[in-house]
């Protein structure tokens, strides 16, 4: 038997709603890929704030205004040998500035 490994330091953060943040996580594996990036079990590649980068073995987290619902644990699906493998990669939350629970309705709120 024979333990597959798939190394990378798991990123954690707390953003600031409204805020720019971008955040680069490498990874590593042998002969492997990394395919999808989900977040609450979709897909969360179609935002365009997250890039894999196959040549270097990194992913790239580019939100030039963090939302809520960008709030999330990233979990990277890699394949390998035609089997597929799920870890963690990111566990990013948000922060709001000005207290409040993160919601639409106290954000809506704190702008009037």
Request: net charge neutral; glycine share 8%; proline share 3%.
């Amino acid at each position: 038997m024979h333990i597959y490994v798939i190394k990378t330091s798991r990123l954690t953060a707390a953003v600031d709603v409204g805020a720019g943040f971008e955040q680069t996580l490498n990874f590593s594996c042998s002969e492997c890929t990394l395919n999808d990036v989900r977040c609450r079990g979709e897909s969360a590649l179609p935002w365009g704030g997250l890039a894999i980068i196959p040549q270097t073995k990194m992913l790239n987290f580019n939100f030039p205004r963090f939302e809520d619902q960008f709030s999330c644990v990233y979990v990277g699906v890699f394949e390998r040998n035609k089997r597929t493998y799920s870890k963690i990669l990111a566990v990013i939350e948000s922060h709001l500035v000005n207290g409040g629970c993160g919601c639409y309705q106290c954000r809506a709120g704190q702008e009037a």
